[in-house]
């Protein structure tokens, strides 16, 4: 309440001692009356409409803002409009007008500068910043930065109009003219991105080319995940190298998919799984009217319903293998989709675990087509993989034969469709979490190979990208997802390495594990064919008697030598052990 009363008394008193100086100033420069009841009456209403327009008198002058300097201007030009009209003839209009303007003058330089000497950082500022983006984000964080050990040294902009242009007295430059300065000796420590509407694909070209001029790189988050009542300077986060790897296809057809899922009952096989999990978010946010969710870990069926958090969800305790309740399931929830990524996609635990690969991953799928069939579901999607192509292990064989199943099933009114892609970037089962933790052990970093090459794709785009395929599905198609060039292991575990900031991370070759290749594979032949949209293909049709491979499946499960019997079904399978 003290503090309250004194800044009340302060603005008073900066009123009655502005004004009279206005005053004088502007008698000085027209040597009109200086009459003391006029300069009383003014001051008197100036103090009222400080006191009863926007509060004005309690304004904090150490947090002053553009809008600040907006209404102070606006109580004070009221405040003329009130006193003018009683003053006029007394006084001329010239003499009024001009008191009015200096006064506005003063009074905001005073502002102002009040603020400059009291948020001065106390701060030693031993260290300097670059900001890249003079938008809205980069004022904001250079205003953030003030109390900071760092001082900024430049801003950078792509905008030609607003190079060779300052904010604060900080120049904007382009990154040529970065690259000049530090030719000329100039160093730097940190800098910032500070453009949350721009791709990934543009953070990554930025951190590439200008890598080596900075200690440190930090950006804000992307548009969707900034909070904007938080301040910018703790949602930084250090270039991670799904940032790099990031591939964003061009065609992404988000009206297609909304169109596609919009009001829909969705059931998603595997919910709690990476891909799962990610497809569960992506038909919250695209407007199913339900959202069956199904899983047989408990934990994880725990933590996407906890996650998403909706009415319309509901979720399904249970393996795909139990027939029982499966039907049990489809007779509950009567889906529109099912989106099918309940699997083992782990290569050499598959290959360890052999007999329960092939039943979770063949006959899970089986079930989950055959029940598709049977209660008439509109779409059936099966998420495959890149392994199964020309597979070298009992994994990709098992979701080959899953391929054959789907693609040769008397579909009734049901369109089943595959969707082959490679590995996503920060999956429970990616190299990435891997080497995150042997690099924070101190390594070594273990590859299996020098020449080991991968398909890396973000999750959420690899997910919109399987739905998009359900729009343009009509069945029987496996359709591929462009997965841009592949990437080498050892390349990925050094830019690991260099983004860790730790020199002494070594890299050690392990060897290949079983079912292992050096190569993934994502076409079988070059008769495959583009859809309208060039991230996604379709490969050319395999016929398989569907009653043949319902009698050969049969026999898998019973027979001792399960690799002849795969070897059987899926020819090309050459086993890597």
């Known amino acids: 309440m003290n503090l309250y009363l004194d800044e009340r008394i302060l603005n008073v008193f900066v009123i009655i001692v502005l004004s009279f100086f206005s005053f004088a100033w502007t008698f000085w420069i027209f040597h009109n009356i200086f009459l003391l009841n006029i300069v009383l009456w003014v001051v008197f209403v100036r103090i009222i409409a400080s006191i009863l327009i926007f509060k004005d008198f309690s304004l904090s002058w150490s947090r002053i803002t553009q809008k600040t300097f907006l209404l102070k201007s606006f109580v004070y030009f009221i405040a003329f409009v009130v006193y003018m009209p009683f003053l006029y003839g007394h006084i001329s209009v010239a003499f009024m007008v001009s008191e009015l303007f200096f006064y506005l003058f003063s009074i905001n330089f005073a502002m102002y500068l009040y603020y400059l000497i009291v948020s001065r950082s106390k701060v030693k500022k031993d260290k300097s910043l670059v900001i890249y983006g003079a938008g809205r984000a ?271 099933v008397d579909a009734k009114n049901t369109e089943i469709v595959a969707v082959r892609f490679g590995n996503v970037l920060g999956s429970s089962g990616s190299v990435i979490p891997k080497f995150n933790k042997q690099i924070k052990e101190g390594g070594p970093i273990t590859v299996t190979h020098p020449e080991i090459t991968r398909y890396f794709m973000l999750i959420p785009e690899a997910c919109e990208l399987v739905l998009q395929t359900g729009a343009i599905a009509k069945g029987g198609e496996i359709f591929i997802l462009d997965m841009g060039e592949p990437i080498k292991i050892v390349d990925l575990a050094k830019k690991m390495i260099e983004l860790s900031g730790k020199d002494d991370i070594n890299i050690e070759f392990s060897g290949l594990r079983p079912g292992e290749k050096l190569y993934e594979e994502l076409l079988i032949d070059k008769s495959d064919k583009k859809t309208k949209y060039s991230s996604i293909m379709v490969a050319k049709k395999s016929a398989y008697e569907i009653n043949k491979l319902n009698i050969d499946i049969q026999e898998l499960l019973t027979c001792k030598d399960k690799i002849k019997k795969l070897k059987e079904i899926v020819p090309e399978f050459n086993h890597k052990i």
Not at 194 to 213: E, F, T
Request: net charge positive; hydrophobic share 40%.
């Open 138 to 408: 980069g004022l904001s964080l250079e205003e953030e930065y003030k109390n900071t050990p760092y001082k900024i040294k430049y801003f950078i902009d792509d905008d030609k109009a607003l190079q060779k242009r300052s904010i604060d007295g900080v120049k904007i430059i382009s990154r040529e003219n970065l690259k000049e300065k530090v030719a000329n000796g100039d160093k730097f420590d940190l800098l910032v991105i500070a453009m949350p509407s721009v791709k990934a694909i543009r953070i990554n070209d930025i951190y590439q080319r200008l890598n080596g001029y900075f200690k440190e790189i930090k950006v804000l988050p992307m548009l969707d995940l900034v909070l904007f009542d938080k301040p910018f300077v703790n949602q930084l986060k250090s270039i991670s190298v799904e940032d790099l790897l990031a591939r964003y296809p061009k065609d992404l057809d988000k009206k297609a998919i909304s169109s596609f899922l919009k009001n829909k009952k969705v059931l998603v096989t595997g919910a709690g799984g990476s891909i799962g999990s990610e497809i569960c978010r992506q038909c919250i946010k695209y407007g199913v009217c339900e959202l069956f969710v199904l899983d047989h870990s408990e934990y994880n069926l725990y933590a996407i319903c906890e996650e998403l958090n909706s009415k319309c969800v509901k979720s399904f305790m249970h393996s795909v293998l139990n027939q029982k309740a499966l039907e049990k399931t489809m007779l509950t929830c009567k889906p529109d989709v099912i989106i099918h990524a309940a699997a083992y996609k782990h290569v050499p635990l598959v290959e360890e675990n052999i007999d329960d690969g092939i039943e979770n991953n063949i006959i899970g799928t089986k079930n989950c087509i055959d029940m598709a069939i049977k209660y008439g579901v509109e779409k059936f999607i099966l998420i495959s993989t890149d392994k199964a192509v020309r597979p070298t292990n009992v994994m990709g064989t098992t979701k080959r034969i899953c391929e054959l199943y789907a693609g040769n």
